[in-house]
């Protein structure tokens, strides 16, 4: 009802400053815009918290190939490089880590 009133005031403030023109697209675009908001609060309430676990949990306990292994590694020996390098410049990063 509320979307009703405000599709009702907007299309007459429209319709009164510019022409019956713009209030028909006025209305045509409101009505547009509440099949987009209502498609996309249907869609994410189609998606339930355990299947996003349950995707979570597959995703987090696949094996990683050796390509993948092999980047992994390369990053990580590239944030420590970087790290390294930072720790020159700032006492704070001197602190002694886990490797």
């Given amino acids: 009802m509320i979307r009703l009133v405000i599709l009702a005031v907007v299309v007459y403030l429209a319709w009164h400053y510019f022409g019956w023109r713009v209030a028909a697209g006025v209305?045509?675009?409101?009505?547009?815009?509440?099949?987009?908001?209502?498609?996309?609060?249907?869609?994410?309430r189609g998606i339930n918290a355990s299947a996003m676990r349950g995707s979570t949990n597959e995703l987090m306990h696949?094996?990683?190939s050796d390509e993948e292994k092999a980047h992994y590694a390369s990053s990580r020996?590239?944030?420590r490089t970087m790290i390294d390098h930072r720790a020159q410049f700032d006492p704070e990063l001197r602190k002694p880590r886990d490797r």
């Fill in 27 to 44: 209305a045509a675009g409101y009505v547009v815009l509440l099949f987009i908001i209502n498609a996309a609060s249907t869609v994410t």
């Fill in 62 to 64: 696949r094996k990683l």
């Fill in 77 to 79: 020996e590239h944030e």
